[in-house]
């Protein structure tokens, strides 16, 4: 952005204080003159004009000394005032350095200015802080998007496999080759859609509705019944009315997710899902908890992480594409709300997500 030259603001600094002094001198001296008015060593004569009385001799000693007060007031005013000026935005030429060098794409950088607690060090702070959640973002991004690259590249080199051995071998059996090509296919498509997903829970360009969370968690309950029996796992919802204000296709895929994890990730007979919805004086609340393996406290917050899959997931015909947590997050900061996980020492996972409330009319 161009912008035509000026002073800078240690100059400006510098002529406010000296300026200050300036004033403060004469105002210095006019009341000394109002002190001399009142003592009679100046008055007006006949005509109105000012004249010496009993003081002329001081007063004529006076006024240069008074003229010389004023040019020292001036010099020690510029001086001084650029001086200070100087020590008081030192710490401002740190940040402005710290943000010419983040901006060449150096994030590691920080200022870390020393010192008390003020406006400039909370800018500081803040600034430090900034920068270190985009290092984060940028580094998340990064590892997001070298895995997607693996993972989309997997089924790609899987097709590219089995067309070379359809079209070096014709002995191997066709209707065999189109099924697994049609499973990778599938796969890569599912790994497709779950990134767009993804990408517009980011972007959160959605239009917000009015949307009850119960009735969500009851319709993917129905659609996902039938997987729940498949596995032997009992599957409850119930709750009560929770208005939020968001997209009602991303609430839907955010609480699939939530119940297909339980589902596919629970004992291998006998297990149960759980869901259940209520509300708080500010906030909706949506819990899905499930029986299954005990999981480590310090693997708990990998969880969310994009393409990370338990090993007894990947040998599945669940194995899913490693996003579905990933999601639920996105979505849910998208909306405004919060995800915890907590393991049950027992084995299984209480996920609750809290969205803010709808206003009441």
């Known amino acids: 952005m161009g912008r035509p030259p000026g002073l800078s603001v240690r100059l400006k600094l510098t002529l406010s204080y000296a300026g200050f002094l300036m004033l403060a001198g004469a105002l210095l001296l006019a009341a000394v003159g109002v002190f001399l008015v009142r003592q009679g ?111 989309l590249r997997t089924p790609l080199a899987i097709s590219k496999s089995l067309l070379d ?27 497709t859609e779950a990134l767009l997903l993804l990408s517009r829970a980011n972007r959160q360009s959605f239009t917000r509705e009015h949307v009850d969370l119960s009735l969500v968690a009851e319709e993917a309950a129905e659609t996902l019944l039938p997987l729940a029996e498949k596995h032997g796992v009992t599957l409850a919802a119930d709750g009560d009315i929770t208005p939020t204000i968001g997209s009602p296709a991303l609430l839907l895929q955010l609480t699939t997710n939530l119940m297909h994890n339980a589902i596919v990730h629970n004992l291998p007979d006998g297990g149960g899902v759980w869901v259940s919805t209520w509300i708080r004086p500010t906030s909706v609340v949506l819990t899905v908890e499930n029986t299954g393996e005990p999981v480590a406290p310090e693997r708990v917050p990998t969880l969310t992480e994009p393409f990370q899959r338990g090993t007894e997931r990947v040998h599945t015909d669940h194995a899913g594409v490693g996003l579905g947590l990933a999601i639920v997050r996105s979505i849910t900061r998208a909306h405004g709300g919060t995800l915890t996980l907590v393991p049950h020492p027992a084995g299984g996972l209480r996920v609750t997500v809290e969205l803010p409330a709808a206003p009441r009319p």
């Open 41 to 151: 060593w100046l008055r007006t004569n006949e005509q109105g004009a000012w004249q010496a009385g009993p003081g002329t001799s001081f007063i004529r000693g006076f006024t240069p000394v008074a003229a010389w007060l004023m040019l020292f007031l001036l010099v020690f005013g510029l001086l001084g005032g650029w001086i200070l000026s100087g020590r008081m935005l030192a710490p401002l030429a740190r940040i402005t350095d710290a943000t010419r060098t983040a901006a060449m794409g150096s994030l590691s950088h920080r200022i870390r200015l020393p010192g008390r607690q003020d406006e400039f060090r909370e800018l500081a702070d803040a600034f430090d802080t900034m920068l270190a959640r985009l290092e984060a973002h940028l580094a998340e991004q990064q590892r997001f998007a070298a895995n997607a690259s693996h993972e």
């Open 165 to 191: 051995v359809a079209r070096t071998d014709p002995s191997q059996d066709t209707d065999a080759i189109l099924d697994r090509l049609q499973t990778v296919n599938t796969r890569a498509i599912d790994l």
